[in-house]
C-alpha cells in the first residue's frame, strides 16, 4: 500500500486504514449482539461487505483478488459451524456479515506487509505475535482453566502449525498482523455473545477456550487455500492466453492441392485429358 500524502508534503504511515477496520470490527460485534431479527442482522451484514469493497480499494489489484477469494472461503465456515458444530452463533444461523468478515481479517493483513513498521523492526515483529500466541496457549492451559472453568487444548494444538508459517513463510507479515485482528475479533465476538465455542468439540472431543488462543492459525488454512486458487487462475489465463495466441500466429490457410494439367491423349482419341483421369482408366 503506498503512503498517503498530507497537504504539507509529508507522508503519513498507512496505519489510518487498519486501525479502522479494528474499530469497525469490534462496533460491528457489539452492534450484532444488540439485534433482535435476522433482518437487521442482514443489515449489518450489507454494511459490512460496503466496509470491504471500499476499504479493498485502497489495496493493489493483486490484493484485491487475493481478499475477495478469502471471502468464499466461508465454505471453512459452514464447515465449522453448521456441520461440524464446534461452534454456534447465536441465532444458529451463518450470519451475512461472516464473509465480509474473513475478508476483513486478510486485507487487514495483506496491509501489514509494507507498513512502515515492518520494514523497520522485519522478523522481530513475527518473534513477539509468536510470544504473545505461546503466552495465550500456556495460559490456556494452566491459569485460565481457573478463572474459565475451560481447558484450552484446542488453541494449543494451533500453535505449532502457526509458528511454522510465522517463522518459516515469506508471508510472516500476514499473519502476524492476522493473529492481532483475529484475537480482536475473537475475544469481542465471545465476550458480546455473538457465538459460542463448544466446551468440548464434537467427533474429536478435544476441550476448547471460548475462544480458543490460537485460533488464528487457521487462517494459514484459508492463506494456503486462496494461494492455490490465485494459482490455478493465473495459470488458466496464461493457458489459455497461450492457446489463443498460437492459434492466432500459426495457423494460417494452407494452399490447396496444385494441379498441373498437361496434353494428354486417350488411346485411339484425340481428346485432351488431365492426369488424374487417366490414371482413373
Not at 143 to 151: D, E, H, K, Q
Request: hydrophobic share 50%; glycine share 8%; with cysteine.
Amino acid at each position: 500500500m503506498n503512503r498517503l500524502t498530507l497537504p504539507g508534503g509529508r507522508g503519513a504511515h498507512p496505519y489510518w486504514l487498519q486501525a479502522y477496520l479494528l474499530v469497525f470490527t469490534a462496533v460491528g460485534l457489539f452492534a450484532d449482539s444488540r439485534v433482535t431479527a435476522l433482518w437487521q442482522q442482514h443489515l449489518l451484514g450489507a454494511l459490512s461487505f460496503a466496509v470491504l469493497y471500499l476499504a479493498a480499494l485502497k489495496a493493489p489489484r493483486e490484493q484485491r483478488l487475493q481478499v475477495w477469494i478469502c471471502v468464499v472461503a466461508t465454505a471453512y465456515e459452514v464447515f465449522g459451524s453448521l456441520v461440524w458444530g464446534i461452534y454456534h452463533y447465536r441465532f444458529h444461523n451463518l450470519p451475512v456479515y461472516v464473509p465480509a468478515g474473513h475478508g476483513i481479517v486478510y486485507l487487514f493483513g495483506l496491509l501489514a506487509v509494507q507498513t512502515p513498521l515492518v520494514a523497520r523492526h522485519g522478523r522481530r515483529l513475527a518473534y513477539v505475535a509468536l510470544a504473545g500466541a505461546g503466552t495465550w496457549a500456556l495460559l490456556g492451559l494452566t491459569v485460565l482453566p481457573a478463572v474459565t472453568g475451560r481447558l484450552d487444548v484446542q488453541g494449543a494444538l494451533w500453535l505449532p502449525y502457526f509458528a511454522y508459517f510465522l517463522l518459516r513463510s515469506p508471508r510472516w507479515p500476514v499473519f502476524a498482523a492476522i493473529f492481532i485482528i483475529v484475537s480482536e475479533l475473537e475475544i469481542c465476538g465471545t465476550s458480546f455473545g455473538n457465538w459460542y465455542w463448544m466446551p468440548v468439540a464434537p467427533w474429536t472431543h478435544i476441550p476448547s477456550g471460548n475462544p480458543p488462543s490460537v485460533v488464528a492459525g487457521g487462517y494459514c488454512v484459508i492463506d494456503a487455500s486462496v494461494l492455490s486458487v490465485l494459482w490455478l487462475v493465473r495459470n488458466y489465463r496464461v493457458g489459455l492466453n497461450t492457446i489463443m495466441t498460437r492459434i492466432k500466429t500459426t495457423i494460417s490457410p494452407m494452399p490447396g492441392p496444385r494441379i498441373w494439367f498437361r496434353r494428354a491423349s486417350r488411346v485411339k482419341s484425340g481428346e485432351v485429358v488431365s492426369p488424374a483421369a487417366t490414371s482413373l482408366i
